[in-house]
Nanobody, 122 residues
Framework: QLVESGGGLVQPGGSLRLSCAAS????????IAWFRQAPGKEREGLSC????????YYSDSTRGRFTISRDNAKNTAYLQVNSPKPEDTAVYYC?????????????????WGLGTQVTVSS
């Protein structure tokens, strides 16, 4: 099971860290990705972190402002969002699988969390 947390109302230009806690399995064996979905829009891939070498990948829209990380000791992955913008408002999901980050934005993911709502507004 994956459980996201850390969402809520945040002001533009602030910072936000989302957490993805795993239970029932050891996260260090899994590749983790973050996605989001805004109302009326398709799900969007944000970032991926590999289980094998910790290498990170970002979509064009998130590179430079988002940072993915993992703390295997805490069985938790994170997504840091710097200078959030109103267009970052969405439900954010984490996903896990044993496969690599190859084609991470479009390929299947085995496990998903229920999501956490992020609203960026002043």
């Amino acid at each position: 099971q994956l459980v996201e947390s850390g969402g809520g109302l945040v002001q533009p230009g602030g910072s936000l860290r989302l957490s993805c806690a795993a239970s029932g399995f050891t996260l260090d064996s899994y590749t983790i990705a973050w996605f989001r979905q805004a109302p009326g829009k398709e799900r969007e891939g944000l970032s991926c972190i590999s289980n094998s070498d910790g290498k990170t990948y970002y979509s064009d829209s998130t590179r430079g402002r988002f940072t993915i990380s993992r703390d295997n000791a805490k069985n938790t992955a994170y997504l840091q969002v710097n200078s959030p913008k109103p267009e970052d408002t969405a439900v954010y999901y984490c996903a896990a699988r044993r496969a690599s980050c190859r084609f991470w934005e479009t390929s299947d993911w085995g496990s998903w969390g229920l999501g956490t709502q992020v609203t960026v507004s002043s």
